[in-house]
């Protein structure tokens, strides 16, 4: 997001964030177009700055310190929406944690490794069964 939109989402002017960004999205390809109508749709919100300040509301930032369940974290080279935010949560989490890394050599790059979505089974199908061996042991 450019610097002086997310400027104006931090300071809450919903009406010319709207606007801004309606007039970026006039010169947006259709794909472009298409990818946010899809990406916005979950929320069911009509304003672009109602569905950011609803996404900004996903945030472990408080209860990240709480969560002792065993957790597998993926982390894929060049995450392209949350680049680095896997070591952080990673590195937060106090409780039995695995940070796995998917690489653009194994075809597993990019956000959700698109390409390898066999590897990523395997890898989290693996990661499930030592998890629960390890408990029911």
């Known amino acids: 997001m450019p610097a002086a939109l997310l400027q104006l989402l931090d300071s809450g002017d919903k009406q010319t964030f709207d606007r801004f960004f309606d007039q970026g999205m006039q010169s947006a390809t259709p794909a472009e177009r298409q990818n946010w109508e899809w990406r916005a749709k979950p929320y069911g919100l009509d304003s672009p700055f109602d569905v950011f ?20 974290i ?33 075809g597993a790059d990019q956000h959700c490794e698109p390409m390898a979505r066999s590897l990523l089974e395997q890898r989290m199908f693996d990661w499930l069964d030592e998890t629960l061996a390890a408990v029911t042991s």
Not at 53 to 61: C, E, G, K, P, V
Not at 87 to 105: D, H, I, S
């Open 53 to 72: 300040t609803a996404a900004r509301q996903y945030n472990l930032t408080d209860v990240v310190d709480q969560i002792t369940t065993p957790l597998l």
């Open 74 to 106: 993926t982390d894929p080279e060049g995450e392209q929406f949350w680049p680095g935010q896997s070591q952080q949560l990673f590195e937060k989490l106090p409780g039995t944690k695995r940070l796995v890394p998917f690489t653009a050599t194994e």
